[in-house]
């Protein structure tokens, strides 16, 4: 038995098969790759997820979390700590947000965000019965509260918590949102670029428009910047190349690097009649460890110009996608995506490419069976692109 059987086969009798994952086991990464259990090396164009944005193996990200360790890992929010205070400022500076929270998930600054909506509904009129619009194809997170804000059926089916407060209007269409809207509307929460859902950038005439019927109506605009946001599309968060701003937003996945941390994160408006004192908390959530990593990451991201590499690479990317895709039109319908989150849809399942890149050492994703997904490192360079092109190419001709 291999070392990677040997882990897989524990997983498979004591963990709760709530994975599908694919038989690889990694054990270490460096830069654009990571490394089996057995020795076998990837070029890694999922990420973790949109997660490991810096690469992996960043040396200085490790010595800053070390450093961390050595001095204290975690305080409880009773008490203040200096990474936490100084990874506030850096996210609003970021983000253009007035006011933070951070979490340990995603999922969690969802929650905290449609709290913060609900909140603020609350204090203006007193009522508790207020709807969302959120989309259809939407993704959010997986407990309760971002789950009834999520759009897409195979994540809901069997829990429905909010059955009656969440309306879901159709992505790009600027109509379907207007006809949702009722009094008892307090708020819209939409990805700015859709990415679970398979891959979809907001049009700008959409979220404009969205940005500007909240306005009209006293709606609170809510953009889930998880996935698309953190430099992934080409500017810090996605909702920057709109010129938008919402009144909550979202972080999570590379914010953190692999330290799992997440943020949702306002304006003083919002903020002025929102949450307060009692009404939110979380015992890990913006622990010293999670905010060094924070802070770190947003030191790398302006030191190295993370933004302005993705955009000098886009074009690079999406050159190389747009000829795989002309060399198998037969078979790939479109490429679409934004930045480093980049999509091809295919006309068949793409699990066997995905299966077949493995094989030949390069780690790519889905979005819905029929939709390839990459989303690398954002310190990729020409190189890696190439390299992963010549491989896909053959496995797409393969398979
Ligand atoms: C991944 C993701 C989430 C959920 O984040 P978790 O950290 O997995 O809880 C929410 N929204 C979007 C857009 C995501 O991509």
């Given at each position: 038995m291999s070392n990677s059987e040997k882990y897989m086969k524990l997983e498979d009798e004591y963990t709760l098969q709530t994975y599908a994952r694919f038989p690889i086991v990694i054990e270490s990464g460096d830069g654009m790759y990571v490394t089996?259990?057995?020795?076998?090396?990837?070029?890694?164009?999922?990420?973790?997820?949109?997660v490991y944005a810096l690469g992996y193996g960043n040396r200085e990200f490790g010595d800053a979390l070390k450093g961390q360790i050595d001095l204290v890992i975690h305080t409880s929010n009773l008490y203040y700590n200096e990474p936490a205070s100084l990874a506030a400022k850096a996210f609003c500076e970021v983000s253009g947000m007035e006011r933070v929270f951070f979490t340990n998930s995603g999922t969690e600054a969802i929650e905290g965000a449609v709290k913060s909506a609900l909140k603020y509904a609350f204090s203006k009129n007193g009522s508790d019965d207020?709807?969302?619009?959120?989309?259809?194809?939407s993704f959010h997170g997986r407990s309760l509260g971002a789950l009834s804000v999520t759009g897409n059926a195979h994540y809901r089916e069997g829990?429905?918590?909010?059955?009656?407060?969440?309306?879901?209007?159709?992505?790009?269409?600027?109509?379907?949102?207007?006809?949702?809207?009722?009094?008892?509307?307090?708020?819209?929460?939409?990805?700015?670029?859709?990415?679970?859902?398979?891959?979809?950038?907001?049009?700008?005439?959409?979220?404009?428009?969205?940005?500007?019927l909240c306005d009209d109506k006293g709606l609170l605009l809510i953009l889930d910047e998880i996935q698309c946001g953190m430099g992934r599309c080409g500017s810090m968060f996605a909702f920057e190349d709109y010129g938008i701003r919402p009144d909550i937003m979202t972080s999570a996945k590379a914010l953190g690097c692999g330290?799992?941390?997440?943020?949702?994160?306002?304006?003083?408006?919002?903020?002025?009649?929102?949450?307060?004192?009692?009404?939110?908390?979380?015992?890990y959530g913006g622990n010293p460890l999670a905010c060094a990593a924070v802070c770190e990451v947003l030191r790398?991201?302006?030191?190295?110009?993370?933004?302005?590499?993705?955009?000098?690479?886009?074009?690079?990317?999406?050159?190389?996608l747009d000829?795989?895709?002309?060399?198998?039109?037969?078979?790939?319908?479109?490429?679409?995506?934004?930045?480093?989150?980049?999509?091809?849809?295919?006309?068949?399942?793409?699990?066997?490419?995905?299966?077949?890149?493995?094989?030949?050492?390069l780690l790519v994703i889905s979005a819905g069976k029929?939709?390839?997904?990459?989303?690398?490192?954002?310190?990729?360079?020409?190189?890696?692109i190439e390299?992963?092109?010549?491989?896909?190419d053959k496995v797409i001709s393969a398979t």
């Open positions: 089996d259990a057995d020795g076998k090396k990837y070029l890694d164009f999922a990420s973790g997820i949109a207020h709807e969302i619009i959120a989309f259809d194809h829990y429905t918590p909010w059955e009656g407060k969440v309306r879901f209007a159709e992505y790009n269409d600027l109509k379907s949102v207007e006809t949702l809207v009722n009094e008892k509307t307090c708020a819209v929460i939409m990805e700015t670029v859709q990415g679970e859902g398979g891959i979809h950038p907001a049009e700008p005439e959409f979220i404009k428009g969205v940005r500007k330290i799992p941390v997440g943020a949702f994160a306002m304006t003083q408006k919002v903020a002025d009649s929102s949450l307060t004192v009692g009404d939110h908390g979380s015992t790398q991201y302006k030191e190295k110009d993370i933004v302005s590499h993705v955009r000098e690479m886009t074009p690079v990317l999406e050159a190389a000829e795989i895709r002309k060399n198998h039109s037969d078979r790939i319908k479109e490429r679409r995506g934004k930045g480093f989150m980049q999509a091809l849809e295919f006309n068949a399942p793409v699990a066997p490419v995905i299966g077949k890149a493995q094989e030949e050492g029929n939709v390839l997904r990459l989303l690398p490192p954002l310190v990729i360079q020409k190189e890696d390299k992963a092109k010549i491989i896909l």
